[in-house]
């Protein structure tokens, strides 16, 4: 049976290698040619004899993600890809100071908030670790065409990370090794809508990513309705769990809060997030919604968003407001996935 290679470690391939009688050291030669130049053919591989390259393409393959489709706009390009039979979103986003790449970590979401499309058709599947690196190798071929770099992870696509937690453990491992992209813990943000109990595994594993809390709403009756997992960790649990993160790690928590016109945009609501996390070494993401197909949320105004952040600031409480990112290819979690399960449907 053919053997896939893409997504085994450094030492499985040098146990492969010595399974057919080669050297360790091509194990390395093999792992910088799929991860680092993605090469995916073994006929590429120009530094391995002719005869060792025949005999890896009769016993194995190289099998990385599979483009169905993307979307463009100038600064976002959203790509649904096929891993193993699933198919999920990840993205990448142009900034200034580098590429960034938003991907997924389950094939839907269970989670059931409320604003959010990643969550309209359930969850499938956990991705395994092998598959969010996946996202991430593709888009960094892509880039190297133009010769650029994927400079930044954030695990903020469709799922729920913490929920999918020894494989999230397992990716961001891989993802630093220095065969395969060398990407900095520092460079990487994990996002939660609060699983409170793997917010303080992730704080014991000693891996100094950035931690980021979907709060969304400052009090338990609004974020009950919009997020059910409050339900579960309420507000107050949730904070003092980025709390112990933050003293545990030393890095400053960020939370995420969507602001949503007429729902949680008041500077009322501003007042009561600035008390909640007074004292905390954190600061808030803003972030005005992207309109979903189904949904009736809308984002506010320009004046309203402004407003909120003066109330935060003037308590002391650090802000900033998302720059807006592909709304124009419907770039909020799991829209294109849903579009092409409804193509699907309708066939």
């Excluded at 792992?31 to 005999?55: C, P, T």
């Excluded at 976002?76 to 198919?87: V, Y």
């Excluded at 507000?235 to 400053?252: L, N, P």
């Amino acid at each position: 049976m053919i053997k896939n290679l893409f997504g085994l470690t450094l030492e499985q391939l040098q146990s492969e290698m010595q399974s057919i009688g080669q050297k360790k050291f091509r194990a390395g030669q093999i792992a910088a040619w799929i991860y680092q130049r993605g090469v995916h053919s073994f006929d590429g591989m120009n530094d391995l004899s002719k005869e060792l390259r025949a005999r890896l393409s009769e016993m194995y393959s190289i099998e990385p993600a599979r483009l169905i489709t993307q979307l463009n706009s100038p600064s976002t390009t959203k790509f649904l890809l096929e891993l193993n039979g699933a198919r999920v979103e990840c993205v990448l986003m142009r900034h200034d100071y580098g590429n960034s790449v938003c991907i997924s970590s389950q094939v839907g979401c269970a989670m059931g908030c409320a604003f959010c499309a990643s969550t309209l058709n359930g969850c499938q599947r956990n991705l395994t670790a092998v598959e969010m690196l996946a996202q991430v190798v593709f888009i960094n071929d892509r880039l190297r065409a133009e010769s650029q770099k994927v400079d930044s992870i954030v695990v903020m696509g469709t799922g729920e990370p913490l929920q999918n937690f020894d494989n999230l453990i397992g990716f961001l491992k891989m993802i630093h090794e220095p065969y395969t992209l060398g990407m900095s813990y520092r460079r990487i943000v994990v996002s939660t809508c609060g699983i409170v109990p793997n917010i303080d595994r992730l704080a014991a594993s000693d891996i100094p990513i950035t931690l980021s809390i979907s709060l969304h709403a400052p009090t338990d009756e609004l974020r009950s309705q919009l997020m059910p997992i409050n339900r579960t960790f309420d507000i107050k649990t949730v904070v003092e769990a980025g709390g112990r993160y933050a003293d545990r790690t030393g890095r400053r928590v960020t939370y995420e809060y969507i602001l949503i016109d007429g729902v949680n945009d008041s500077t009322e609501h501003a007042r009561q997030l600035a008390t909640l996390l007074k004292n905390q070494l954190a600061n808030v993401n803003l972030i005005p919604i992207n309109p979903v197909e189904g949904k009736s949320f809308r984002r506010p105004s320009k004046e309203r968003i402004k407003d909120f952040v003066t109330v935060l600031e003037s308590r002391g409480l650090g802000s900033t407001v998302r720059k807006e990112f592909g709304a124009e290819i419907d770039a909020a979690c799991g829209q294109l996935r849903n579009r092409d399960l409804s193509a699907k449907v309708m066939k």
